[in-house]
């Protein structure tokens, strides 16, 4: 269906847990006319949290997909012109730190996002978290304060912290009018005028009013501001501001406005209580009007995959066929569904793709635009728009789907390493087969859940980013696979590293009649170098044989070696991450010799050369955050210590104290009940994957006597 890009919208509602994020969703749902009927989330009944688990837990697991439109601009409720008609593609995300690869995919493909704040607490951890991830992929942005109802809610110290705590430049363009349970409109500091809602019609009508009396001073303040950072990014104001500031016309702050937005020069924040369905339709407005549309992306660059040179794709029907898969998921009724997003050209239902990864071209025999879980049919998907495809065979999260006769590469995603895993085993016989096809298909849909079997002991571990993530996994299993599992204690996923480099020789002989075996090389192996100040993942690995000491056809077989021989760490079979080897000399025997007698040999040599290279072994360390009242704090930090936690902070928040720390995963389990214990059940923690650090050599020599232990 052919539309105007520059009236479309693809947009994310991202924000810490509990800030409303899918109730946010749900009133833009009503308020566009897709939902006749609000659906809460403390009741079980929102639309986007469909999954039976996010319903329970009252929580998003999983980011949805949804499309609407919205007449705009919008006056007294009444629609002024349907050729203004945008169609928005929302994906509402979960907040929870164990998700976020669910706020880092729908990132890599939005053009926009509304961060929601809590009025009440602010800036939390992950909307830090949140918030660096889109820097990370230049989404413009802009700040919705969400739940001015409620006691405490200060939208002012909200912008305050955005701009402090997210080094963003926070512009209120929206002033509260009556605070906490008197929050009844706001004054747009742009028109220069004050809305208040109609409790009865849901807040989808509004008077405007003129501005409360006890207001205009601050009022003219904040306007004021608005314009003087306007007027600082478009030089062309500037002019006209220093002659007089009141000769800005509203369409030139809207223009400039929304040019800085897309800068990400300012972050024009609004407020409202999605609950009480007030601002919902002013901060629609407000992304019609700021924030991007595809077309304000001028191209989507890529690599040619035969010649590795650049080339773009513009976001026009008439340039080539490009997507990026973004989302795999597993429907009941439809089968497994490729969530992608059309940057460039068109796709038909039926038709064939190619996807560069796999060099395969691909059917995709139906094309669905999504309403969280239920699919709408259409018959052709364009530049800019966000759909769902069936009937494909192999296609993985970040896959390029393109042209055939214009292949393209476009930037996939860099997703973190699981940091926990439990081992589990089926309860019956039937459950077998069952339990390895119904991993295979969630970890097809997540790429931070992973499988692997133990060599040691033959169990199967599944590893993920928390306790409440594996919990998640599991308890699918059971619902939707139908598979019963025994399931072991926690355990933390470990790295092995080299601390120093070592020089080797490790020469595999073996005798048994007949022909042998031989390889013999000579290497260096230690920790990899850094490139642009990073270390970068997977083996370094340089070849400095000279005179054919070691046959050129062997050498790829000595690499492969080394590259296998990563996966089990030769202190207590952790996987290594980054490993550099220099193979200097080595010798071979014009019989005997053979590729798997020198991958073996650099197999060896690996395990062999671990002392001297300083073997150690590498332990997850989390980022945490307690809000504690402050007679608890000492309580709460001695046990942190206890932990072997690193306390890094003590600030002040809304009356609590705020604890930040580092501390190691292993110690963490079972902290939240320890944390109620403590505080009578007032503090709160958040904990999010920081980094991996060297494990203290009482812990590491734990770790491996247990790692021996178990095989």
Known sequence: MAR???????????????????????????????????????????????????????????????????????????????????????????????????????????????????????????????????????????GFVNKMDRQGANFLKVCQQVKDMLKSNAVPIVLPIGEEADFKGVVDLVKNRAIVWHEETQ????????????????????????????????????????????SITEDEIHTALR?????????????????????????????????????????????????????????????????????????????????????????DAGSYVLNTRSGNKERISRIYQMHANKQNPIERIEAGDIGAAVGFKDIKTGDTLCDEKHPIVLESMVFPDPVIGIAIEPK????????????????????????????????????????????????????????????????????????????????????????????????KIGPADEVDGKVPMGLQFVNEVKGGNVPKEYIPAVEKGFREAMKQGPLAGFEMDSLKVTLVDGSYHAVDSDALSFEL??????????????????????????LTPEENMGDIVGDLNRRRGQINSMDDRNGAKVVKASVPLSEMFGYVTTLRTLSSGRATSTMEFSHYEQTPSNIQEEVIKKAKGNA
């Not at 996994?473 to 480099?501: L, S």
């Not at 060896?604 to 989390?622: F, N, Q, R, T």
């Open 203 to 246: 807040g989808a009508t509004f008077d405007i009013i003129e501005i409360p009396a006890d207001m205009v001073d601050d009022v003219k303040q904040y306007r004021g501001q608005l314009i003087e950072e306007i007027a600082a990014y478009d030089e062309n104001l500037l002019e006209k501001y220093m002659e007089d500031e009141n």
């Open 259 to 347: 040019a800085a937005t897309l800068d990400m020069s300012i972050i024009p924040m609004t407020c409202g209580s999605s609950f009480k369905n007030k601002g919902v339709q002013f901060m629609l407005d407000a992304v019609c009007r700021y924030l991007p549309s595809p077309m304000d992306k001028e191209a989507i660059e890529g690599t040619n995959p035969d010649t590795d040179e650049p080339i773009t794709r513009k976001p026009s029907v008439s340039d080539p066929f490009a997507a990026l898969a973004f989302k795999i998921a597993t429907d009941p009724f439809v089968g497994r569904l490729a969530f992608f997003r059309a940057y460039s050209g068109g796709l």
């Open 428 to 523: 019956t016989k039937a459950d077998v087969d069952k339990m390895g096809m119904a991993l295979a298909k969630l970890a097809e849909e997540d790429p931070t859940f992973t499988v692997r079997t133990d060599q040691a002991s033959g169990q199967t571990i599944i590893s993920g980013m928390g306790e409440l993530h594996l919990d998640i996994i599991v308890d699918r299993m059971k619902r939707e696979f139908k598979v019963e599992v025994n399931q072991g204690e926690p355990q933390v996923e470990y790295k092995e590293a080299f601390t120093k480099t070592a020089d080797h020789r490790e020469t595999y002989k073996k005798q048994s009649g007949g022909r042998g075996k031989f390889g013999d090389i000579v290497f």
């Open 4 to 142: 105007d890009l520059l009236f479309t919208r693809n947009i994310g509602i991202a924000a810490h847990i509990d800030a409303g994020k899918t109730t946010t969703t749900e009133r833009i749902l009503f308020y566009t006319g897709k939902n006749h009927k609000l659906g809460e989330v403390h009741d079980g009944a929102s639309t986007m949290d469909w999954m039976e688990q996010e319903a329970e837990r009252g929580i998003t697991i999983t980011s949805a997909a949804t499309t609407c439109t919205w007449n705009f601009p919008t006056d007294q409720g009444k629609k002024i012109d349907s050729s203004k008609e945008y169609h928005f593609n929302i994906i509402d995300t979960p907040g929870h730190v164990d998700f976020t690869v669910e706020v880092n995919r729908s990132l890599r493909v939005l053009d926009g996002l509304v961060f929601l704040f809590s009025a009440v607490d602010g800036v939390e951890p992950q909307s830090e978290t949140n918030w660096r991830l889109a820097d990370n992929y230049k989404v413009p942005r802009m």
């Open 601 to 626: 040999a650099a197999k060896l040599g690996y395990k062999e050369s671990a002392k001297a290279a300083g073997a150690i072994i590498l332990e997850p360390i989390m980022k945490l955050e307690v």
